[in-house]
């Protein structure tokens, strides 16, 4: 017994001292040059704006950082509710958690094989029959068929000298990182979802009512004519442009009506419901407030922030760890090994101090020939991360395209409904002068209803670019990595983020 634990020692001591670097490429988090601008032409400190209350001007805030639950900043009560739903009930993001679940505790598997010795302990029992000849002995006879029993614990552990178990390592904990920011950055598709198609179904219900108006208008037109063409004061021709006309705006109606109920339905499934179930509430652009400051952060800061860009890099880690542990295969292994424990034919001398047997055992495997597989393999692995490396750079530059994109679309967007909104003022001032002028009997009636058509008309056009302006608002916090990292929740933050609470 002394024996067995003085060699365990041996081995223990063993295992201490003959651990050596780990070879293949130690990773660095990519150092790539980003502008200092996110568009050639330099934005104004704020966009377009008009006298009126739906037209205001939006400041760009730089420099300055996002809140985590971004959403708020629209000041909806029905809207943060929908939101923390979704967050709650999403099937997407009860997927994206188990999948990094999953990546845990396959890294968790994966230590504890590496990382600590395998200790067994068996118990077993077989009848044998042997021939003492076969082993040279001819002048004792053959004893009959016996049992055997034994019970045993033993050990292995296989060296990690080369680090490919630690190479191996480093690529599992880069996996849990990916799963982690596609789980952040399902979580900011699903808000931003939420929130856009919230503002559509706002845009299409006063779309809908507004035409409602216009068909109201047309109609009322229509009867006009139609009395007129009667009495012989117009012809046949105008009332079937007038009819073609309602037609027309009837026929436009449906599309409307259509899209209204899939939006509501696709609100819905976002938030984890059944189309059926009519539980949402009912959102209008009133009820909405445009945020008038955008926060906009630094360019540099962008790839710490976006969260598909930090997924990008924990793939790019991985493929450096591959690397590494393909070299780390051209190298020799060395595994060690122990048992202890009895060995007797009866039960009632398993136990004692002459049935025990015990073993120490080493093995070293030193790849010779493999018709180059296994530097095709290290080949393999260098070109996936070459491959990594090219995507996590067409990440960020994606990136950087999706601020910039969105900031141009919100100072278009602005000057956009500056001019629709000028447009519904003047088409209000001339219905009100044609409605003074109907009642001093100076314009005919379809005059009027023509004025209230173009009116409405225009109340269109406006509703369409708020909406715009508004789903822009919530693509650019989106584009700019939506302030996860200002979450109390999450537990990966910016290396700068982190640098600030340190401090």
């Known amino acids: 017994m002394k024996t067995f634990f003085l060699h365990m020692s041996f081995i223990m001591i063993a295992l201490v001292t003959l651990v050596g670097c780990a070879v293949g490429p130690n990773f660095h988090s990519p150092d790539m040059a980003t502008p200092d601008h996110y568009t050639a032409v330099p934005l104004p400190a704020q966009t377009a704006s008009a006298p009126s209350e739906s037209t205001a001007a939006q400041h760009f805030a730089f420099d300055k950082d996002l809140p985590g639950e971004w959403w708020t900043l629209f000041r909806s009560d029905s809207l943060d509710r929908l939101v923390r739903m979704a967050l709650d009930n999403s099937p997407t993001l009860i997927q994206a958690q188990a999948m990094l679940k999953q990546a845990q505790e396959d890294l968790n598997a994966r230590t504890g094989a590496t990382q600590y010795p395998a200790v067994d302990a068996g118990l077993s029992v077989t009848r044998q029959q042997m021939d003492l000849a076969s082993y040279g002995i001819s002048n004792i006879p053959n004893p009959g068929p016996f049992n055997l029993y034994n019970a045993s614990v033993s050990v292995s552990y296989t060296m990690d000298i080369f680090g490919g178990n630690r190479r191996a390592l480093e690529g599992f904990k880069a996996k849990v990182d990916y799963q982690d920011f596609e789980l952040e950055a399902a979580r900011q598709t699903l808000t931003a979802n939420v929130v856009t198609t919230a503002i559509m179904e706002a845009s299409l219900r006063e779309q809908i009512d507004v035409t409602k108006a216009i068909l109201a208008a047309e109609q009322g037109q229509l009867d006009v004519i139609q009395k007129q063409f009667e009495l012989g004061a117009v012809s046949k021709t105008e009332v079937l442009a007038q009819e073609t006309e309602l037609a027309m705006t009837k026929a436009g109606m449906p599309p409307l009506e259509k899209q209204f109920d899939l939006n509501r339905h696709a609100l819905s499934v976002l938030i984890g419901q059944f189309p059926g179930d009519g ?42 760890a591959a690397v590494g542990v393909a070299t780390a295969n051209l190298y020799p292994q060395i595994t060690l090994s122990a048992g202890y424990g009895f060995q007797a034919v009866s039960t009632d001398i398993l136990f004692n101090g002459e049935s025990v047997v015990w073993n120490l055992g ?26 990594a490396a090219a995507q996590y750079r067409q990440t960020v530059l994606k990136a950087f395209q999706d601020v910039a994109d969105v900031l141009r679309a919100l100072e278009t967007d602005a000057r956009t409904l500056q001019a629709q909104a000028e447009a519904e ?17 100076a314009v005919s009636y379809p005059a009027l209803l023509i004025a209230q058509r173009d009116y409405q008309k225009t109340r269109i056009n406006v509703v369409a670019a708020r909406a715009q302006r508004y789903a822009d608002t919530a693509a650019l916090f989106q584009a700019l990595g939506g302030g996860w990292w200002n979450r109390k929740s999450t537990s990966l933050k910016p290396k700068f983020i982190q640098e600030e609470n340190k401090e």
């Open 279 to 320: 539980k949402l509430p009912e959102f209008s652009l009133e009820s909405l407030h445009l945020p008038e400051e955008l926060p906009v952060s630094l360019p540099s800061n962008l790839a710490h922030q976006r969260p598909d860009i930090r997924a990008s890099e924990a793939l790019l880690h991985q493929a450096c």
């Open 362 to 387: 080493a093995g070293l495997l030193q790849p010779i020939f493999h018709g180059g597989e296994l530097t095709a393999k290290r080949r393999s692995a260098i070109a996936a991360y070459d491959q």
């Open 425 to 441: 003022a003047a088409a209000k001032s001339a219905l009100a002068l044609i409605e003074k002028q109907y009642e001093l009997g």
